[in-house]
Structure formats: structure tokens, C-alpha cells
């Protein structure tokens, strides 16, 4: 199994900046990839953006040019740089993480998310 630790929310003034971090832990055979989601009150979730193990990235069109998403493959760990955050942004962020799993073959492949970490932009 994965454990997904998050952290760095808060609250930030518009135009301000956070890093989110999303920390991969267990059996971990290789982190094949991490996404950030976010939900704001009475909204479905969303897709924020993703990067592959080998730095391929994807952005909410919403976010390009502010946030920047980076992976550290060494510390199987995830990060989220927003910059100019506005208050739009405010929602909970979770973060995805693609892992293949275990020691000894068969080797599994599974989808897993974190506990959430809210980030609050006041206007």
C-alpha cells in the first residue's frame, strides 16, 4: 500500500504564493506519477495538474502560468508551486499518486489519493 501525506495549505492573501507538498510512502517500486485535484465547496473535483516520473506535465488551463507542479523521483514526493494565487482557488487540493508496488514480482499498479489540504486565498 501507498500512504500520501500532504502539506504546505494555508491561507494567503490574492496574489500571493504557497507550495504544496505530497509525500509517497510504503512499498513503493516506483512512483510512476503524481496529480494534483482540488474541490471548492459545492463543485466537483477538478484536475489542477500532473507530471509523469519523467517530467511530462499537464495543466488545468485555469492555473497556466501560475502553478508549476515538479517531482522528485529520489524522495517520491510530489510538489505544487501557485503562484498569484486568487481567491478563485480556494478549494481542498489532494493529491494522486500512480504507484507500482511491492518487492517480488507480480509487481501492482494502483491509483491513491491523500487526506486533502485546504488552501484558502482571501480577496
Known amino acids: 500500500q501507498v500512504q500520501l501525506v500532504e502539506s504546505g495549505g494555508g491561507l494567503v492573501q490574492a496574489g500571493g504564493s504557497l507550495r504544496l507538498s505530497c509525500a509517497a510512502s510504503g512499498s513503493i517500486f516506483r512512483l510512476n506519477g503524481i496529480g494534483w485535484y482540488r474541490q471548492a465547496p459545492g463543485k466537483q473535483r477538478e484536475l489542477v495538474a500532473t507530471?509523469?516520473?519523467?517530467?511530462?506535465?499537464n495543466y488545468a488551463d485555469s492555473v497556466k502560468g501560475r502553478f508549476t507542479i515538479s517531482i522528485d523521483n529520489a524522495k517520491n514526493t510530489g510538489y505544487l508551486q501557485m503562484n498569484s494565487l486568487k481567491p478563485e482557488d480556494t478549494a481542498v487540493y489532494y493529491c494522486n499518486a500512480d504507484a507500482t508496488t511491492g518487492s517480488v514480482f507480480p509487481l501492482r499498479t494502483g491509483s491513491y489519493w491523500g487526506q486533502g489540504t485546504q488552501v484558502t486565498v482571501s480577496s
Open positions: 507530471i509523469t516520473s519523467g517530467g511530462m506535465t
